[in-house]
């Protein structure tokens, strides 16, 4: 072998992995698409569907354990109320966040940002309507 065919042999070799070296610290996002938005979306109305049954089921129980004691019965609405909205919440923020990875990485910053601020806004009123409705 040559002097100039193993130089361009090693200048090749040096070539390809220094690009298989580059994709490794690629980080690779899975593409998101409405799909998953709508995936997104129906988890979120299994999770409010659950949370509204789990309430009910409290409701009854504390009726029933209490011999319909109103504080008690109260007491669970309260609670019962309050697990809903934080399951809406919680589902609408888990929505926007699968929208926002449907943008351009510069506007997806600035859009989950946002998602977070409503995010902590719902839960902030699901918390101030938890304290205003205590018995």
């Known amino acids: 072998m040559t002097r100039f065919a193993t130089s361009t042999s ?3 070799g ?5 690009l298989a070296a580059g994709g490794c610290h690629r980080h690779h996002e899975k593409e998101v698409t409405e799909a998953d ?17 789990e309430a009910r089921k409290d409701v009854r129980s504390a009726a029933k354990v209490s ?12 609670t019962g109320s309050f ?16 929208k926002c990875q449907m943008l351009e ?7 989950q940002a946002q998602a977070d601020s409503d995010y902590e ?11 205003s409705r205590a018995p």
């Open 121 to 131: 806004a719902l839960v902030t009123r699901a918390k101030a309507m938890r304290q």
């Open 14 to 18: 040096a070539l390809i992995a220094l």
């Open 67 to 78: 011999g319909g004691d109103s504080h008690t019965v109260a007491q669970a609405r309260v």
């Open 105 to 111: 990485p510069t506007a997806r910053t600035a859009c």
């Open 37 to 53: 938005v709508t995936a997104a979306q129906q988890d979120a109305r299994r999770e409010i569907e659950q949370a509204q049954a």
């Open 83 to 98: 697990d809903i909205a934080m399951a809406q919440a919680d589902g609408e923020h888990k929505v926007a966040l699968e």
């Open 10 to 12: 090693l200048s090749a």
